[in-house]
T-cell receptor, first 115, second 110 residues
């Protein structure tokens, strides 16, 4: 158990659906991240929140909308996704953002399939 | 730009043998490196890290070696066990952002 919990573990949605991914960390960390993991590709950083403020958005399409209501919770709202958005979505947390030598703690991910 | 790569996409080892997973990096300014393990159906799990002021660091059954001259990183697993079967990622950082490689799959057979 890494202290980072993601729900749901699996999600199948149509292109017209709206769904949300949830992440919760119990580590007392102040930074949270969304990553996309596709087959045979390196982890792609999507969004970073530090102290509940979005500090990084790596050119992610607007059909992905993050929300961080507090330092323990992170959401990724999904709407009108495309089949190529099918991937494993990983949430991670770290103590701080903007300092070196910070390791990330990952959740188990949500395996998303867009039909 | 920076790139992090792995020499072998799949490594097969016999149970009890030592495993060596290699990683090449291109950014000579990188000063922090991490190895993660990802088992099937799980997220990446931190194994061990090393800063550039060191060339070796040991953990429980694992050792990370850093050769800054040739920009090479390796993870050694002693007495490999079936539970070590997973994908292993290296990641590098020269600021506060980690850049991940694509991973090497380690298969352990009896």
């Amino acid at each position: 158990e890494t202290g980072v919990t993601q729900t749901p573990r699996h999600l199948v949605m149509g292109m017209t659906n709206k769904k949300s991914l949830k992440c919760e960390q119990h580590l007392g960390h102040n930074a949270m991240y969304w990553y996309k993991q596709s087959a045979k590709k390196p982890l792609e950083l999507m969004f970073v929140y530090s102290l509940e403020e979005r500090v990084e958005n790596n050119s992610v399409p607007s059909r992905f909308s993050p929300e961080c209501p507090n330092s323990s919770h992170l959401f990724l709202h999904l709407h009108t996704l495309q089949p190529e958005d099918s991937a494993l979505y990983l949430c991670a947390s770290s103590r701080l953002k903007g300092t070196p030598y910070e390791k990330l703690f990952f959740g188990s991910g949500t395996q998303l399939s867009v039909l | 730009g920076e790139s992090v790569g792995l020499h072998l996409p799949t490594l097969s080892v016999q149970e009890g043998d030592n495993s060596i997973i290699n990683c090449a990096y291109s950014n000579s300014a990188s000063d922090y490196f991490i190895w993660y393990k990802q088992e099937s159906g799980k997220g990446p799990q931190f194994i061990i890290d090393i800063r550039s002021n060191m060339d070796k660091r040991q953990g429980q059954r694992v050792t990370v070696l850093l050769n800054k001259t040739v920009k090479h990183l390796s993870l050694q697993i002693a007495a490999t066990q079936p539970g070590d079967s997973a994908v292993y990622f290296c990641a590098e950082s020269d600021t506060d952002k980690l850049i991940f490689g694509t991973g090497t799959r380690l298969q352990v057979f009896p």
